[in-house]
């Protein structure tokens, strides 16, 4: 029997019906995005989400964007692109943030979403992005620890409201991706 074959590659449109299916798979209903916000996201500049296939068929997915450090994108909100006056991407952009990452439940544990997360990390190396954060929820902060994030408080009230859209318990996770991060 031959050996699964993976496939990482960008989220596409054509991959929203896989994706909404991974994602309530995954979460339950309760934090199920449409497929109208992730067509926004796809159209945003600073997108760059991708998904896994294994064997032809989407299993897992990475929802991830750049931004700023503390800066927090609420449940069910757009991936802001904040752009410099000439139209191109501003170069305060420093952070490589992860809004939702999701791999089919019979799946899990079989090393599906590092394949995912290492070549993010690197390609956002490679642009000179120096952080990577996220917003942990379901009792998700231990698994993300393991992989090198931290707890980070938000000093800003408006990014806390952000935080807050995601439930009791859901915390705001930083790693360094500097050399060795």
Known sequence: MAPP????????????????????????????ESGEVFA???????????????????????????????KVTPLHGDFGAPHAPSGALPGDLDTLYLHDMAVLPALARQGLAPALLAPLWERARQEGLRHTALVSVQGSQGYWARHGYAEQALADGVQRQHLAS?????????????PGG
């Open 166 to 178: 995601y439930g009791d318990g859901a915390t705001y996770m930083v790693r360094s991706l500097g």
């Open 5 to 32: 074959s993976l496939v990482v590659r960008p989220l596409a449109l054509s991959d929203l019906a896989d994706l909404l299916a991974v994602q309530l798979a995954c979460y339950g209903e309760g934090f199920v």
């Open 40 to 70: 926004r996201r796809l159209a945003s500049p600073v997108n760059c989400s991708l998904v896994l296939e294994r064997d032809g068929r989407v299993c897992a997915y990475l929802a991830a964007y750049r931004s700023r450090l503390h």
